[in-house]
């Protein structure tokens, strides 16, 4: 089992940066793909960005590109997702999940685990 825990979240300006975390416990993360989603009110989960088991590579919504990083940290078992130049938009509950395998999948449904969420709102 892995147990996955979501923080940095918050209230930003339109323009503004928040970085996000995703600690995991339970099990080492250096086997699985982590991914971040978001799900707006009355509005499905949507895919933001993907990084493989290695970090060596990533994948983002169309959405998101240019403006959001992820990346990750095996030694500390973490993934972070940088968000700059943000719109009111991106304003949802962000997920992170871990995806066990050597690819890196968009679709929620491929995932193991999940997180709870942290809630990002951006004012206009």
């Known amino acids: 089992q892995v147990q996955l825990v979501e923080s940095g979240g918050g209230l930003v300006q339109a323009g503004g940066s928040l970085r996000l975390s995703c600690a995991a416990s339970?099990?080492?993360?250096?086997?699985?793909?982590m991914g971040w989603f978001r799900q707006a009110p009355e509005k499905e989960r949507e895919f933001v960005a993907v990084?493989?088991?290695?970090?060596?590579?990533?994948y983002y919504a169309d959405s998101v590109k240019g403006r959001f990083t992820i990346s990750r940290d095996n030694a500390k078992n973490t993934v972070y997702l940088q968000m700059n130049s943000l719109k009111p938009e991106d304003t949802a509950v962000y997920y992170c999940?871990?995806?066990?395998?050597?690819?890196?999948?968009?679709?929620?449904?491929?995932?193991?685990?999940w997180g709870q969420g942290t809630q990002v709102t951006v004012s206009s």
């Open positions: 999940a871990a995806d066990y395998g050597l690819g890196y999948e968009t679709r929620s449904d491929e995932y193991d685990y």
């Open positions: 339970g099990r080492t993360i250096s086997s699985y793909a």
């Open positions: 990084i493989s088991w290695s970090g060596g590579s990533t």
